[in-house]
Nanobody, 115 residues
Framework: QVQLVESGGGLVQAGGSLRLSCAASGSIFSVNVMGWFRQAPGEQRELVARITRGGSTNYADSVKGRFTISRDNAKKTVSLQMNSLKPEDTAVYYC?????????WGQGTQVTVSS
């Protein structure tokens, strides 16, 4: 069993910054991908960014140059630094772990960007 616990969401003005963190516990294997997804009201859940255990990353086009994903393998954490936030970044952000053909999700944390 795997548990993912997010923290760091909140309300920020446009142009501001937030940092999300996610701590994983349970049966974490050596090969996995961790990432962040988001879901705005009435929209489908979408990939924001993900990172392999070796540090390879990919980002949604909408966040490139503004968001940075990182992970600490020893601490089993993944973080998302979000800069230059825009109102369209408003969503519930979910931590995701993919390993051995199975996906795990955190409970989600709300990010609201006011204009």
């Amino acid at each position: 069993q795997v548990q993912l616990v997010e923290s760091g969401g909140g309300l920020v003005q446009a142009g501001g910054s937030l940092r999300l963190s996610c701590a994983a516990s349970g049966s974490i294997f050596s090969v996995n991908v961790m990432g962040w997804f988001r879901q705005a009201p009435g929209e489908q859940r979408e990939l924001v960014a993900r990172i392999t255990r070796g540090g390879s990353t990919n980002y949604a086009d909408s966040v490139k140059g503004r968001f940075t994903i990182s992970r600490d393998n020893a601490k089993k954490t993944v973080s998302l630094q979000m800069n230059s936030l825009k109102p369209e970044d408003t969503a519930v952000y979910y931590c995701n772990l993919y390993q051995r053909d199975y996906e795990y999700w955190g409970q989600g944390t709300q990010v609201t960007v006011s204009s």
